[in-house]
């Protein structure tokens, strides 16, 4: 089979303004575009009526427009049956199991990455191009690509791609990433797209309302049990709605009279009991990461120093990373961190590079 055209893209088009300047920057820098817009849920499929608002078609219909627009061809692929499997099925089960998941990486992991080079070797394009806010630069003493922040700190997505490969950062354009969000919008409102004022979404798109136990009991069919609220030393203070809808370092919401100011501190899914304490209760200065991905190196040769960030947009700290011989890593922090969150990515950062990333495991002393 013959090689791809060079200035063939596959464009990622959500139907929001980032993708959508993507996609004109693309074709002003003389590719020859082809539009996608993946279908990764309906509304029953997540528990909502068919007659509520789907902001999946809204946003498949913002993507169809531009590309109109732009004249370039579009299409939707429809990945809901994987994404069920790959993103809601792991969001849920990583829940039950005590964790905090988080499906934007998931999704960029096993639905926009995974699918979207799938569909663009099937169509026979060269790239594929997302809305998304970090750089790509080549460095040719290592041989390697790098993934970087964007010029805009404040719109930077490099945490949530932490797991891209060499090979998908070869065929990868993130045209945004030296670009500032303002410059975005001035874009789109140049070029009359119907999306230029469009909100960015700051929800889970299959939970817009945020209420996740709710989805939770709709999705898996199963209600959510009350349980055992306890202080450090085990005694009983309370009962709450269930471990499930609880997090690490929550204050709010909790529902017990301590008497002071008390924060989740623990949740134990087996006995469905959540442990309350103070504030301090909640710092760990070390933590176990696993199914790590590096982009730096293929593999971490020696302990190194870096800056890890626990959650998305959380400040950089530092730290040492200590590679372990199952492939796994304990991290060891400078100072101690606050609700460190199994289930959530620690990135590890080189000034503005991504050295690479994984999933907490759990907090270790």
């Known amino acids: 089979m ?10 990622a088009m959500s139907g929001g303004v980032d993708s959508s300047v993507a996609a004109y920057l693309t074709q002003q820098a003389g590719y020859e575009c082809l539009g996608a817009t993946m279908r990764l849920f309906r509304n029953e499929d ?11 078609q809204a946003d498949i219909d913002d993507a169809a427009e531009v590309a109109f627009r732009l ?11 994987a994404f069920r499997r790959q ?10 199991e005590g964790a905090t998941p988080n499906p934007c990486i998931d999704c960029n992991r096993y639905m926009k990455f995974d699918r979207l080079f799938a569909l ?4 026979g394009l060269a790239r594929v191009v997302t809305g998304h806010y970090a750089r790509i630069e080549f460095c040719a003493e290592t041989g390697r690509y790098a993934l970087k922040k964007a010029l805009d700190e404040t719109k930077d997505q490099s945490y949530v791609l932490y797991t891209l490969t060499q ?3 070869k065929r990868l354009m993130l045209p945004l990433g030296a670009l500032r969000k303002t410059e975005v919008r001035a874009i789109a409102e140049e070029r009359g797209f119907c999306n230029a004022r469009k909100h960015d979404s700051q929800d889970i798109c299959f939970v817009p309302d945020g209420d996740y136990g709710r989805f939770l009991e709709i999705y898996t069919g199963r209600p959510i049990e009350e349980g055992r609220l306890l202080d450090l030393s085990g005694k009983e203070l309370g009962t709450h709605r269930g471990a499930l809808r609880y997090t690490v370092g929550q204050r709010r919401g909790i529902g017990a009279a301590a008497g002071e100011r008390v924060y989740v501190v623990k949740k134990d899914m087996a006995q469905n009991t959540v442990t309350l304490g103070p504030a301090e ?32 947009r959380a400040r950089e700290q530092l730290a040492t990373v200590y590679p372990q011989a199952d492939g796994s890593a304990r991290v060891e922090f400078d100072e101690a961190q606050r609700a460190i969150s199994p289930g959530q990515a620690a990135v590890f950062y080189d000034d503005d590079a991504v050295i690479g990333g994984g999933t907490i ?3 270790t002393e």
């Open 2 to 11: 013959s090689a791809p055209n060079e200035k063939t893209a596959l464009i």
């Open 46 to 56: 997540i528990g909502r009526s068919r007659a509520h608002p789907c902001c999946s």
């Open 71 to 81: 004249d370039i061809p579009h299409i939707v692929p429809d990945f809901t049956e």
């Open 87 to 96: 993103v809601i099925d792991r969001f849920a089960r990583v829940y039950a």
């Open 120 to 123: 663009a070797d099937e169509k």
């Open 167 to 169: 090979e998908q950062l």
């Open 281 to 312: 209760a909640l710092y760990h200065r070390a933590l176990l990461v696993e199914d790590l991905n590096w982009i730096a190196f293929d593999a971490p040769a020696a302990p190194f120093r870096c800056k890890a960030m626990l959650r998305y």
């Open 361 to 363: 495991m759990r907090v």
